[in-house]
């Protein structure tokens, strides 16, 4: 690992940006001065990995964005939640590499770029393959890759070193050995099946490529007349049969039409034969259970070039496969086609189909439909169903072999319902269409000759050319134009970013297999599957561990964000508007259980003010310590390491684990020391089993509440008289605990955490100490519930002040009674302190009481407010929560309401009863004193 000490500290530029210090510290906490500074130095000094090195691995390598892409709210997601486990791994002493890249992505690549060649009103096709390319690549280094400069902002620990890229040398010639090896093994093959086409960019389509959006079109019923018209009815009238389609621009290639067999409508019209509308052509009605009886009018017309479904079925039945919309997406001009409608746009077809069907009588009925459209992602026009002579892998004995490994847990999904989804998905898998008719891209390593013979390089010698083989230089032959599919490149990313297929290069032996891949549910079956088969199929390994899912991240609806919606959020609006940190909390926060994640600004800001907290807190112990240093002398460990807050220290320090541990027992501890280091204790063990779990979410919701409610606003109180005495026990254990939770909460906030560490006295950066370990002697349950006892008496306490209608900064005096009032009593101070009454011995006169938790507290009524005037008050009080929850309840009994109020609206209407409820049954417990 690369020695991370302090060269320069960026927290000298957040005290040159205000004048207001406390012990190194500005007055408030600015992301905007204090977040860059690191972030630029974790990008400039990188975390370096070393193969070397005998830690155990752990490896995440970055799921690669678009080149073309910049960042959205689920990279930043995403990263997040990478950056979060790699950090935690790396300060609890793994090898820990976190391996950042980016993908070629084929189509959107050379729509950007064939886009600004059109505006100097040229085509790649003028330039040529050569040219248009080296016009890719100088796009790419002036502006590809902005995502990866937006991504260090968001403070990744990455080993930038290690960089990749999908076009890289020694990736594109993984992807030919890949190639190679599956062809020379049966595996890749040529042949025609169903595409998605892609009219526009004029190339296939993976199924990730294309966007599905319900439109309305028009379902139409048509009329197929019989060849024998004195056949009975069976959808429709004597001597025919309907079908309905919403697309019959496509009718002049119907080669069948499909009834269940079980269908008893269409039992005598099996074998018999039906006229295409339009046309003099005669098709067959065949059986099949691709027809669905219970689906629009029972009968399936059968289209083989122009429908997935309609091809199977066609493979079935041997059916002809002619097509009539061609590669431009118009209908063709064979004599399939009637001419009235060759060559006219394929939606223009369709009205024209629809209006002469109309004329003929043989359509039944038109009425709108909403149908799920394909469209592509990239040019955003409808892709048309095809088939295609392509390149394709056989994907059923890779998938065979991942099922094996999920059987035996080799990979492990979190959460585990999607365990079952994938195998499913693997369990039904289909041949993959690998080729593209791109020019960005790996072009296929495969040549032809003038009969067609396909020729692929020698797997002994894949990086050999066929052109440049002396076997085949009799032989004039020319290259496959094709390009593959980008995910043919990406599935190797595990193992081809370590130097596979050179298995002894040193990163892949030490850093291959991952562990833990860390992406969206949404392409479990597109990229983390064919990952899956590519680690055993290529390197006999499942290529990770753990697959670790989350959800989608949705605007504020529930709705997935798109510019067409105009619902985007662009994060780094967020980040400065809030702060990194704030929202890498945020991203955190909302993390759980793989579930769809939506948009919600109070998670940001309550990242802002955990923030400022933190930050406020962090100066308060500053200032406290550097008072009370100022009072101490000696060489002790223990003195020195509290020292250092006001001047720099002259050795090492002590780790904020063994300052714990000296402090076990010492006699100068409060109850309120001993208290927060065994509270520490726990929760380091609570959110390293969340972290241990990559339950994200559930960690620092836990760290969360323990350093605001327990650390900030609970111990940093309490500790205060302590600390004016200038008490070394109290000083360091608000040091320790702070560095410690600082520790604690780094991998989620890298950048506060780190400026708050650095201002403590340490030279070495946060993101290379070691993780805070459980000690069991920091384990005090007797403190632990002597303390519970005094947050008991101050809840109470602050309870009766509010009762009796006085402010939080007014005096009162108060008695504490039962078992624990001795514990209570013998540490009023702290109770005096943050619930700002008075103990006294007695009270004279009518009291209030109220019991916290065992506590019993009592105040004077008598002196402290007119008695008589309060009760009708509190009266009031119960009228009005009786008011309230009769408002909540009566729309709660409402089944209208109920049936057409969103969720949130119900679940606020039943708070709002539980609320009002227990405020009601507490009040009456307060008046059933005075009856």
């Known amino acids: 690992m690369t020695d991370l000490t302090h060269t320069t500290d960026p927290s000298a530029a957040a005290d040159a940006a205000s004048p207001e210090t406390e012990g190194g510290l500005a007055k408030t906490f600015e992301p905007q001065v204090v977040e860059p500074a690191w972030a630029e130095r974790w990008r400039t000094e990188p975390f370096r990995a070393d193969a070397t090195s005998g830690k155990p691995p752990f490896t995440i390598m970055i799921p690669p964005p678009n080149v073309t892409g910049n960042l959205h709210l689920g990279h930043a997601l995403d990263n997040t939640l990478i950056d979060t486990l790699i950090r935690y791994k790396r300060m609890a002493g793994f090898e820990a590499l976190y391996l950042p890249g980016m993908d070629h992505a084929g189509i959107s690549t ?31 280094a002036e502006s590809g890759g902005m995502i990866l400069n937006q991504l260090s902002r968001l403070g990744v620990s990455a080993d930038w070193t290690r960089e990749r890229f999908t076009m890289d040398e020694g ?31 004029q190339t296939t389509l993976s199924e990730l490529e294309i966007d599905r959006e319900n439109r309305k079109v028009k379902m139409v019923t048509l009329a197929y007349r019989l060849r024998d018209p004195q056949l009975p009815a069976s959808n429709g009238e004597p001597g025919e049969i309907r079908i309905s389609t919403v697309r019959p621009e496509t009718i002049f290639a119907d080669q069948a039409i499909a009834v269940n067999p079980a269908d008893a409508r269409f039992t005598h019209l099996i074998g018999q034969q039906a006229r295409i509308p339009l046309t003099d052509r005669f098709i067959p009605i065949i059986a099949d259970e691709a027809a669905e009886m219970e689906f629009g009018v029972g ?103 991942v099922l094996e490994g999920l059987e035996k ?32 891209g790996h072009q296929i390593p495969a040549w032809y000759d003038e009969d067609g013979q396909i020729y692929v390089p020698d797997p002994e010698n894949p990086d050999l050319d066929c052109d440049q083989d002396p076997r085949y230089a009799h032989l004039k032959l020319r290259r496959d134009p094709d390009v593959f599919d980008t995910w043919f490149s990406s599935n190797l990313w595990p193992f081809s970013t370590l130097g596979w297929p050179d298995t002894d290069a040193e990163d892949f032996r030490k850093f291959y297999p991952t562990q833990v891949l860390v992406t969206g ?91 400022n907290k933190l930050w406020n807190a962090t100066r308060f112990a500053l200032m406290r310590l550097t008072e009370g240093a100022a009072t101490l002398s000696g060489d002790d460990d223990l003195t020195q390491y509290v020292l250092a807050v006001s001047q720099p220290p002259q050795g090492n320090l002590m780790r904020s684990r063994d300052v714990l541990a000296a402090l076990v027992g010492r006699s100068d501890l409060t109850l309120a020391d001993r208290w927060i280091i065994s509270r520490l204790n726990a ?12 339950d994200i979410g559930a960690a620092i919701r836990a760290l ?13 109180e309490a500790a205060k008289p302590a600390l004016l005495e200038g008490q070394l026990g109290t000083m360091a254990t608000l040091k320790a605990v702070l560095e410690h939770i600082l520790k604690l909460l780094h991998p989620v906030v890298p950048f506060i955490t780190s400026e708050l560490y650095a201002s403590l006295g340490h030279r070495q950066q946060l993101a290379v ?30 309870s009766l002040k509010s009762e009796l209608g006085l402010s939080p900064q007014e005096r009162l005096n108060v008695v504490v009674e039962g078992e624990l009032a001795a514990t209570v009593e013998d540490n009023a101070r702290v109770v005096e302190s943050i619930a700002r009454v008075n103990l006294v011995p007695a009270l004279e006169g009518r009291t209030l009481i109220l019991v916290e938790q065992g506590v019993t507290v009592r105040a004077p009524l008598e002196g402290t407010v007119d008695i008589a005037d309060w009760l009708g008050k509190q009266r009031k009080r119960l009228a009005e929560f009786d008011k309230q929850i009769r408002q909540a309840q009566g729309k709660l009994d409402n089944a209208g309401f109920v049936a057409r109020a969103p969720a949130e609206v119900i679940e606020e209407e039943k708070r709002r009863v539980q609320d009002f409820g227990a405020q009601k049954e507490r009040l009456e417990g307060v008046l059933a004193q005075f009856v």
């Open 171 to 201: 990736l594109s010639r993984a992807v030919r050995h890949q190639f190679v090896r599956l062809y020379h093994d049966g595996y890749a093959y040529r042949g025609e099946r169903m595409v998605n086409w892609d009219v526009s960019a």
């Open 409 to 440: 847990g080799e990979i492990r999904l979190t959460p585990e319902r999607y365990a079952k989804v994938n195998r499913d998905w693997l369990e039904n898998i289909r041949d993959w269409n690998i080729s593209r008719q791109l020019w960005w």
């Open 769 to 798: 100490h070691t993780w805070p370990v459980v000690n069991p002697a920091l384990h005090d349950a007797s403190a632990t519930g002597a303390f519970d006892a005094l947050r008991a008496a101050v809840a109470a306490a602050r």
């Open 110 to 140: 050379q729509v950007v770029v064939e886009k600004q060649l059109r505006e100097q009103g040229v085509s790649r096709h003028d330039l040529g393959r050569e040219r248009f390319l080296d016009n890719v690549w100088e796009w790419k």
């Open 704 to 716: 969360y509440s323990f350093t605001w409610d327990e650390f900030c606003d609970w111990y940093i």
């Open 299 to 401: 009968a399936l017309k059968i289209t083989p070039a122009h429908d997935p479904t309609d091809f199977e079925v066609g493979e079935r039945h041997g059916l002809a496969r002619p097509s009539v919309i061609d590669l431009h997406g118009n209908l063709t001009t064979d004599e399939l086609v009637p001419e009235a409608f060759r060559g006219l746009e394929r939606f223009a077809a369709r009205k024209a189909v629809i209006r002469a069907l109309a004329e003929s009588g043989e359509l039944i009925e038109e009425k709108d439909h909403d149908a799920p459209l394909a469209i592509s992602e990239r040019t955003k026009v409808p892709v048309e169903p095809i088939i295609s002579e392509q390149w394709f892998v056989k994907m059923t004995p890779f998938a065979e072999q």
């Open 683 to 694: 929760v380091t063990a609570e959110a390293s089993a969340h972290l241990d779990a990559l």
């Open 521 to 611: 549910y949404d392409i479990l079956f597109f990229w983390v599957a064919r990952m899956q088969m590519a680690g055993y199929g290529l390197t006999g390994q499942a290529p990770f561990s753990t697959v670790m899912l989350h959800g989608l991240y949705l605007d504020e609806k529930g709705q997935k964000m798109s510019k067409s919606k105009g619902n985007g959020i662009d994060p780094l609006e967020l980040f400065d508007r809030y702060g990194v940190d704030a929202c890498r909390f945020a991203f955190a926060y909302l993390s759980t259980g793989g579930q769809d994640i939506r948009h919600d600004a109070r998670r940001f800001e309550q990242g802002r003010n955990f923030a």
